[in-house]
């Protein structure tokens, strides 16, 4: 059985740091594209963030260009998103995804494109 799970959030102050983790298990996905999107309430899904486990390319949300960095472990076969300089406008449940098997023509930050998700993890960011 193929399980994401994210850990790693919790609460910090405007301008703090946190670093999330998503810890994959049941494959590797070395040669798959990893995703953080995250979720506010009363808010659709977004992207945040995503990378390819193996020589591929990073993608991130405007929003967060310039304060988070996604990186991964494939011998772990975790994926991690080191945020900085949160803002009050991060806080959400923010989850991890993985696709199954690298679909050329799917984009890196659309839903669609990945087959498995964590439960999310819940990043709370005071002003």
């Known amino acids: 059985q193929v399980q994401l799970v994210e850990s790693g959030g919790g609460l910090v102050q405007a301008g703090g740091s946190l670093r999330l983790s998503c810890a994959a298990s049941g494959r590797t996905f070395g040669s798959s594209a990893m995703g953080w999107f995250r979720q506010s309430p009363g808010k659709e899904r977004e992207f945040v963030a995503a990378?390819?486990?193996?020589?591929?390319?990073?993608d991130y949300a405007d929003s967060v260009k310039g304060r988070f960095t996604i990186s991964r472990d494939n011998a772990k076969n975790t994926v991690y998103l080191q945020m900085n300089s949160l803002k009050p406008q991060d806080t959400a449940v923010y989850y991890c995804?993985?696709?199954?098997?690298?679909?050329?023509?799917?984009?890196?930050?659309?839903?669609?494109?990945?087959?498995?998700w964590g439960q999310g993890t819940q990043v709370t960011v005071s002003s």
């Open positions: 995804a993985a696709e199954a098997i690298r679909h050329p023509l799917k984009l890196l930050n659309s839903m669609g494109t990945y087959d498995y």
């Open positions: 990378s390819f486990w193996s020589g591929g390319d990073t």
